[in-house]
């Protein structure tokens, strides 16, 4: 098989790739992550997701590199990550009862052959009402400030939710690894 190398020093999508059981590494891509003017989310995450994966071809040059980028939206407008805890605080309190679409982009390049599958999955996340008190015991217990959205669905997170909608799970963490595995199919990496 050919190298398969996951162009993110994520840990949460590291651990999402290890359930399919393949062998990989990771690197971390250099990739300017800024909005363009006039680009919708979709864009966005589709044209990191492509630049990840191609910044790690340098280094991998016969490989199967796997990149992803993630954007929360709500009422028109991106959210990225908090950082801190005071905008963490800010961009949960904004999404509270609210539905928040998030857009992950995933790319699987094939570096020996230049060719890139490139895609965008969407995930809907119905909020609860939440006062304050829940999302400051919230925010203090899970510190989410590298994760779009100010959250950890995988964790505390989903206390936040009334209900979720998508067609992978695997998404909302960040490596749709439904679509992922369509994409290896067609790269030859047969599973299970």
């Not at 989310?41 to 071809?57: D, T």
């Not at 949960?92 to 857009?103: I, N, P, Q, R, S």
Request: charged share 25%; with cysteine.
């Amino acid at each position: 098989m050919r190298e398969l190398v996951l162009a993110s020093t994520s840990p949460f999508r590291r651990e999402l790739l290890e359930k399919l059981g393949l062998p990989f590494s990771t690197a971390a891509p250099e990739v300017d992550e800024s909005l363009r003017e006039g680009e919708a989310p979709v864009q966005l995450v589709q044209r990191l997701a492509e630049a990840k994966a191609r910044a790690v071809a340098q280094q991998s040059p016969r490989a199967l590199i796997i990149g992803s980028d993630q954007v929360a939206c709500v009422d028109g407008e991106i959210l990225g990550k908090p950082g801190n805890r005071e905008n963490a605080i800010a961009q949960l309190t904004a999404m509270a009862g609210k539905a928040v679409e998030f857009h992950t982009g995933l790319c699987l390049y094939n570096s020996e052959k230049e060719r890139a599958q490139v895609l965008c999955e969407p995930f809907h996340v119905h909020f609860r009402q939440l006062n304050s008190g829940q999302i400051e015991r919230y925010v203090d217990h899970e510190q989410p400030f590298n994760c779009a959205g100010s959250f950890k669905s995988e964790g505390m997170g989903i206390t936040l939710f009334r209900k979720l909608e998508g067609d992978d799970p695997n998404a909302l963490v960040g490596l749709p690894l439904i679509r992922l595995v369509e994409m290896l199919d067609r790269e030859g990496v047969v599973l299970p």
